[in-house]
């Protein structure tokens, strides 16, 4: 079934902290929006996994976003926002509601601004501005999703973060039914976090804006041991920004972390659970524990997390937990390139992926006493 929608335009470019009117809604339909009914929602999904919606849209422009988020609503009708899917766990049951998949796009590079739509693809855009010259995003190279994502999440690996690059995000404000434009600093990021994701019933994005680097077509200075090591360099250092790209790519595929639909290890979420960050006298504490549990030579990975506070290796807590590569008889196990996966090998329900999550969550926290945090966002389902 198709029918139609249309918004008044999304307002340009405006100040750092500025509110501006939402577009108004004409009585006459312009353009065609795609609409099914009882849409299965797991081909949307990186995991492949979850029942139906009740109702699911495509919308390819701002205009049409915002359109049927006011519907939705205006109406008391539940809403579920759709990207990539990579960071998603529905429920086997579905959802009750309109699904609204964000397929927009819009690439544009000025200088070393850049703005994307939020459906762009991520890794896509990486690759472009990696073939641009510019720096700051390609250690990010692979991260399935769209573009849209980063901000929530606040999206990092290999030594950095969407954060350290983006300078204002676009969004649609459900309170107000207006469009804001979000600096930096309005965005409250932090470790996969940030002010979207705090308050996920808030805010819509619709574009995000970056200031990236040139640097004669070198990296950023490396920041992460695991990549300047791969490259033969030192943390700090720069290299070929297309050395950088490559790398992390062959990185990150080692780990089944680049999508590949005939490789049952890439129908993940990426990454399940989140790196700890605690105290320092609670690390003390999970120290000396993890030493009375694997012995005195045992060190449990530790990093600098702000002033008082040292993060961990989730992924290391899971395999010392026992929890190794390949884990699990069922449908869903742990990846066997990466403990940090939880994968679907092809005919995993969502409930099956539950369960091998709680159960790596509670073996953690009996050997550990850490309880991991999932990073994916679950729908009509919690651990």
Not at 247 to 256: E, H, I, M, Q, S
Request: proline content about 6%; glycine content about 10%; overall charge negative.
């Amino acid at each position: 079934m198709t029918t139609t929608r249309a918004c008044g335009p999304v307002p340009s470019r405006t100040g750092p902290h500025a509110r501006v009117p939402g577009p108004s809604v004409p009585s006459r339909t312009l353009e065609p929006v795609q609409e099914l009914h009882d849409a299965p929602l797991a081909p949307l999904t990186t995991f492949r996994l979850g029942g139906p919606a009740t109702r699911l849209i495509t919308a390819t422009t701002d205009d049409e976003v915002i359109t049927a988020v006011r519907e939705a609503d205006e109406t008391g009708t539940p809403l579920l926002l759709i990207g990539g899917g990579s960071n998603l766990v529905i429920g086997d049951k579905g959802f009750e509601g309109t699904a609204l998949v964000i397929a927009t796009k819009g690439y544009s590079l000025d200088g070393t601004s850049l703005e994307l739509a939020a459906g762009e693809v991520w890794t896509d855009a990486v690759a472009r501005t990696v073939e641009a010259g510019l720096a700051g995003i390609e250690c990010l190279a692979g991260i399935p999703g769209s573009a849209g994502a980063t901000p929530i999440q606040n999206v990092g690996a290999y030594g950095q973060e969407v954060s350290s690059t983006i300078t204002e995000v676009v969004a649609y404000d459900r309170r107000t039914g207006e469009t804001v434009t979000l600096a930096n600093e309005d965005c409250a990021f932090s470790y996969r976090h940030s002010r979207f994701k705090s308050d996920p019933e808030r805010y819509v994005v619709l574009r995000v804006r970056f200031r990236l680097e040139e640097a004669d077509g070198l990296s950023a200075p490396l920041r992460y041991a695991e990549t300047a090591r791969a490259l033969g360099v030192e943390p700090g250092d720069r290299v070929p920004l297309a050395q950088a790209r490559e790398t992390v790519l062959k990185l990150r595929a080692g780990k089944g972390m680049v999508l590949d639909p005939e490789d049952h290890d890439t129908w993940s979420a990426g990454s399940f659970f989140t790196n700890p960050i605690l105290t320092d006298a609670d690390f003390e504490i999970f120290r000396t524990r993890a030493k009375q549990r694997l012995g005195a030579e045992a060190e449990p990975p530790a990093y600098p997390a702000g002033e008082g506070h040292t993060k961990t290796s989730a992924a290391w807590l899971i395999d010392k937990a026992g929890f190794t590569k390949g884990y699990g008889e069922g449908p869903a196990r742990i990846s066997t390139k990466h403990t940090l996966a939880l994968t679907n090998r092809g005919s995993a329900t969502t409930e099956d992926l539950l369960t091998l999550a709680r159960e790596v969550v509670a073996g953690v926290r009996e050997a550990f006493g850490i309880t991991l945090v999932n990073e994916p966002v679950t729908v009509g389902v919690s651990l």
